[in-house]
C-alpha cells in the first residue's frame, strides 16, 4: 500500500460504493480524519491473536486432499503488470485469489454429491512436519469426529512458515455439517480449546458445471477479556468457461461495539487476453460514510494495467485517482475535490482506509480458504 501513502491510500476505498456515489452532490471532505484515521487503526487488534497470524500463513495448506490441477486458464503470466509490481502488488494477489476460487468452479459440482472429507480423514489430526514443511495426519486425538483438526503454530515472520522449534497457538476444527446442502463448519481455537478465535460455516448454495454460490456467515474475534468481534456475512458467486470467468465477493463486516460497519464488493474477470478488477468498499462510522470505486483493467496482451479511482463522504466527491503502470513501472494521480486538494491529515485517513480494506479483504480470503478448498477438492 505503499503508493497510496503520498497521495490516497483510498485506492482501496474508492472501492465500494459506486452504485451511491452522486457527482451531483456538493464536494466533501471527512469531518474528523483523525478521528477515522484512530478508528481504521483500532482494527489491527481484532486480527492480531498469534492463532489468527498462523492460519492465515498457512491456510493454503490446511485441506482435505491435494487439490487437482486448475483446467480452466492458467495463471501463468496472467497479471503480470500487477504481480511484478510492488507497489500494485497487492490487487495482483487480490486477483490471484479470485481466479484461484474460479479455477474451483468445475470440482464444486462433483464435490457437492460426495461426503467433504474421506472416512479415512475423518478424526485425524494433523501436525506439522519440518521436514517436508507440510500438514501430516498423526495418531493424536481430540479431533472432530465429523472432520479434521489442524494444530496452528507461532509463525516465522522471515519465512512466513511455522517457527522452529514448533510452538502451537491453537488448531483449527473442519466439521462437515451437511444437509440439504454441503456446508462446511469451522472453527479456530487457542490451545486447549479457549478462546474461539474464529466461528463460521459456509454453504455451497448452488453449483452447476459451469457456476457456483457460496454463502458464510460469523465472527472473528481477538479473544481478549474484552473482545472485539467482526460480525461477518457474504456471498461469493462465480459463473463462466475456459475462456471468460467472473467471480463476485460481497460481504459485510460489523463491529458493533465500536459503532464500525464495513460493505466489501470486487468483482474480476478473467479472460485469455484481460482481466479486469472492480473494488468498491463503503467505510461507516460515527453516522459517516466514506466510500470509494474503482476498476483496475489488465491488458495482459500488452502487459499493462489502467484504472480509475473515486472516494466520496456522504455523496459528496472527495478525490478522484487515475493509475496507470506496465510490469516495471506505474503512475497514480489523485487530486482533491475541495478547493485545497487533501491535506495531511486526510492523506493519512485515506491511507488507514486503504490498508484497513486492504487487509480486512486478504484475511477474510485466507480464513474462507481452508472452507474454499474442501468444498471444492
Same mark, same amino acid.
Given at each position: 500500500m505503499r503508493w497510496l501513502r503520498p497521495a490516497l491510500a483510498g485506492v482501496v476505498l474508492a472501492a465500494f460504493t459506486g452504485a451511491c456515489s452522486k457527482d451531483s452532490i456538493a464536494p466533501k471532505s471527512l469531518a474528523?480524519?483523525?478521528? !477515522?484515521?484512530?478508528?481504521?487503526?483500532?482494527?489491527? $487488534?481484532?486480527?492480531? *491473536? +498469534? %492463532?489468527?497470524?498462523?492460519?492465515?500463513?498457512?491456510?493454503?495448506?490446511?485441506?482435505?486432499?491435494?487439490?487437482?490441477?486448475?483446467?480452466?486458464?492458467?495463471?501463468?503470466g496472467m497479471l503480470q503488470p500487477l504481480a511484478q509490481s510492488t507497489d500494485l502488488g497487492s490487487y495482483g494477489r487480490r486477483l490471484q485469489d479470485l481466479v484461484a476460487f474460479s479455477r474451483l468452479i468445475p470440482r464444486?459440482?462433483?464435490?457437492?454429491?460426495?461426503?467433504?472429507?474421506?472416512?479415512?480423514?475423518?478424526?485425524?489430526?494433523?501436525?506439522?512436519? !519440518?521436514?517436508?514443511?507440510?500438514?501430516?495426519?498423526? $495418531?493424536?486425538?481430540? *479431533? +472432530? %469426529?465429523?472432520?479434521?483438526?489442524?494444530?496452528?503454530?507461532a509463525i516465522d515472520p522471515l519465512t512466513s512458515s511455522p517457527a522452529k522449534p514448533l510452538t502451537e497457538v491453537g488448531y483449527i476444527d473442519l466439521m462437515d455439517e451437511?444437509?440439504?446442502h454441503p456446508t462446511l463448519h469451522v472453527m479456530v481455537a487457542g490451545v486447549g480449546g479457549a478462546p474461539v478465535y474464529?466461528?463460521?460455516?459456509?454453504?455451497?448454495?448452488?453449483?452447476?458445471?459451469?457456476s457456483v454460490v457460496v454463502t458464510t456467515a460469523g465472527y472473528i474475534t481477538n479473544g481478549a477479556t474484552s473482545p472485539d468481534s467482526v460480525v461477518f456475512a457474504g456471498t461469493i458467486t462465480g459463473s463462466g468457461s475456459a475462456s471468460s470467468i467472473t467471480v463476485t465477493e460481497d460481504v459485510s463486516f460489523d463491529v458493533n461495539a465500536r459503532d464500525i460497519h464495513v460493505r466489501d464488493w470486487q468483482q474480476a474477470t478473467v479472460t485469455q487476453t484481460s482481466t479486469s478488477l472492480k473494488v468498491s468498499f463503503r467505510f461507516e462510522h460515527g453516522g459517516e460514510v466514506v466510500t470509494l470505486d474503482g476498476t483496475l483493467n489488465v491488458d495482459t496482451t500488452a502487459g499493462t494495467v489502467s484504472g480509475t479511482i473515486t472516494s466520496h463522504v456522504d455523496g459528496g466527491l472527495f478525490a478522484t485517482c487515475t493509475v496507470n503502470g506496465t510490469s516495471t513501472s506505474f503512475s497514480l494521480t489523485c487530486t482533491g475535490a475541495v478547493q485545497g486538494g487533501l491535506n495531511a491529515d486526510e492523506q493519512a485517513a485515506l491511507h488507514h482506509l486503504g490498508d484497513a480494506a486492504q487487509n480486512i479483504s486478504a484475511l477474510f480470503q485466507k480464513i474462507l480458504g481452508p472452507a474454499l478448498t474442501v468444498l471444492g477438492a
Open positions: 474528523n480524519p483523525q478521528a !477515522t484515521s484512530a478508528q481504521l487503526a483500532s482494527l489491527d $487488534t481484532i486480527f492480531s *491473536a +498469534p %492463532a489468527l497470524n498462523s492460519l492465515s500463513q498457512v491456510s493454503a495448506s490446511v485441506k482435505a486432499s491435494a487439490p487437482a490441477p486448475g483446467t480452466t486458464l492458467a495463471l501463468a464444486f459440482s462433483v464435490q457437492a454429491a460426495t461426503a467433504l472429507f474421506p472416512d479415512t480423514l475423518k478424526g485425524k489430526t494433523f501436525e506439522w512436519d !519440518t521436514t517436508s514443511n507440510g500438514y501430516v495426519a498423526t $495418531t493424536r486425538t481430540g *479431533a +472432530p %469426529a465429523n472432520g479434521m483438526r489442524f494444530i496452528l503454530y451437511s444437509t440439504t474464529v466461528n463460521y460455516t459456509v454453504t455451497l448454495a448452488s453449483q452447476t458445471t459451469s
